[in-house]
């Protein structure tokens, strides 16, 4: 095992002093990257309108998108296991291809995740109230229980990352333990369809096009596996045991999704009307028609859960971001957002930043329209930002520039894997970035049906005046 000096001398050839403090192992930075990518919170934000869209047979296009991800999560894993440091991919991307393309990267990366924070946070709010009050919050009263969680979040994240791994690992015990034995225990006890059920597409007419939008929605479910590189300087034997975590969260994650989708759909006792779009909350309808109305409320506790802890690591992550940025005097006001505390030795600044602008982004909760173009921004973003990582690893790979000589290496299969990856991200962020109104709200103009791949360009563009003025005053 890696000694915490002999990490601190691995930070030290990278350029960068012990800040953070090291406090974490393998299974709490693997319970991070669950956390983050987060199987319920992912199955409910895709299964209605994927199933909808395709039918059962959604389910084949939720499987490619894993296979697809897994290939990034490879990618990622030898970069992480080389370079182990907060906010990877904009250090991974100017080490490999220079600091510009960095700095664009790094600033994509942060903005992305703020965004899917506060759709993490917005989703939360009505099931936070559900199990407390028993009714769903109504216009502000749910962007202000959303902010709530984040402004607790961030008094648990500046705690310190091992409270945040403690209570991140009950968090996903519960949430782990809750979804297999649900989805077992419905596929043995309570199903309703025959297996052949999930090859069905159940009368929707399925075109290309439909099945490209299913894939879209699925990539929402494979994001957030990256959450473990970002932690690196404050894991132990972070070389080692990153890379354990990206790949085993993915396969993990992905595993439960899947096996929790089968489960209801084939648990379901009225799958047309789940198809048609009639029952507004599926899952939740087939748990508690199978269990009793007596699960309800520990159904709610679980999903509860999982929201909580996905908001918490999704938090410390994307703080570690902004730190990454900040420390190299990338960002606006970098010298306070640099600053770590000394009590905790964590980034409370950043955080702090990655809390406000992420409460500003929930106003946009009052307006569905707005909220649904977030929800998009936030999945392209990520997806750019894997492109970006896999573009860089490619390009360096084949140049000459880059070997990867890490604790964790794919051998002679690397390169290869890297193409996989390559091409899958080319394909599934151009496909994410689509303009389709079967993803926008109901009613949207034309503009907002452009909105996401809009604010993308314009983010974009943001990123590279950023990165163009930077590199003109350190010249």
């Not at 974490?24 to 991070?32: A, C, M, T, Y």
């Not at 749910?142 to 902010?147: G, Q, S, T, V």
């Not at 759909?265 to 199978?290: E, F, H, M, R, Y």
């Not at 390009?395 to 520039?401: M, V, W």
């Amino acid at each position: 095992m890696t000694t915490p000096s002999k990490d601190a001398g691995q930070l030290a050839e990278l350029g960068y002093d012990q800040q953070l403090r090291r406090d974490i192992g393998l299974f709490s930075v693997f319970s991070i990257g669950v956390a983050t990518v987060a199987p319920v919170v992912g199955l409910y934000a895709i299964f209605s309108l994927g199933i909808q869209l395709t039918g059962p047979a959604w389910i084949l296009m939720l499987l490619l998108s894993l296979a697809g991800q897994l290939t990034v999560a490879f990618v990622y894993s030898e970069l992480a296991s080389e370079f182990p440091i907060a906010g990877g991919p904009y250090y991974w991307t100017g080490r490999l291809i220079g600091p510009r393309f960095g700095m664009v990267t790094g600033i994509i990366y942060a903005l992305a995740v703020s965004a899917a924070l506060a759709t993490v946070a917005f989703l939360a709010a009505p099931w936070v109230s559900l199990l407390v009050t028993g009714s769903e919050p109504q216009g502000v009263n749910r962007a202000l229980i959303a902010m709530a969680l984040l402004v607790g979040a961030l008094v648990v994240n500046s705690r310190g990352i091992k409270i945040v791994a403690f209570l991140v690992n009950i968090g996903i015990a519960a949430e782990v333990l809750g979804s297999l034995c649900i989805g077992v225990v419905l596929i043995l006890f309570f199903r309703n369809q025959p297996a052949s059920t999930l090859l069905d597409t159940m009368g929707t007419m399925p075109t290309t096009a439909t099945f490209l939008t299913a894939m879209a929605v699925c990539g929402w479910a494979f994001v957030g596996f990256d959450a473990s590189a970002s932690v690196a300087e404050e894991t132990s034997s972070a070389g080692n045991n990153i890379p354990k975590a990206i790949i085993g969260a993915t396969a993990a994650v992905g595993a439960l999704v899947v096996l929790v989708a089968g489960a209801i759909t084939l648990a379901s006792n009225d799958l047309p009307a789940i198809v048609s779009g009639k029952i507004a909350d599926p899952v939740t309808q087939v748990v508690t028609t199978s269990f009793g109305a007596w699960s309800e409320r520990p159904f709610y506790a679980i999903v509860v859960t999982t929201f909580l802890a996905c908001i918490v690591s999704m938090q410390a992550y994307t703080g570690r971001i902004v730190f990454g940025l900040a420390r190299d005097g990338v960002l606006p006001a970098s010298k306070h957002l640099a600053v770590v505390s000394r009590s905790n030795q964590v980034p409370v600044m950043a955080m702090t930043l990655v809390t406000v602008v992420t409460g500003l982004a929930l106003l946009l909760g009052l307006n569905d329209k707005a909220i649904g173009t977030m929800i998009s921004f936030g999945t392209m973003g990520l997806y750019a930002t894997f492109f970006l990582v896999a573009a860089a690893a490619l390009f360096a790979r084949l140049s000459g520039r880059w070997t990867p000589n890490g604790a964790f290496r794919t051998g002679r299969l690397g390169t290869a894997i890297n193409i996989i990856a390559f091409l899958w991200l080319a394909f599934e962020t151009t496909n994410i970035a689509w303009p389709r109104v079967e993803l926008a709200p109901p009613g949207s103009t034309g503009i907002l049906v452009w909105a996401p791949l809009l604010i993308f360009a314009a983010v974009a563009l943001f990123a590279i005046a950023i990165a163009t003025r930077f590199r003109k005053e350190t010249a």
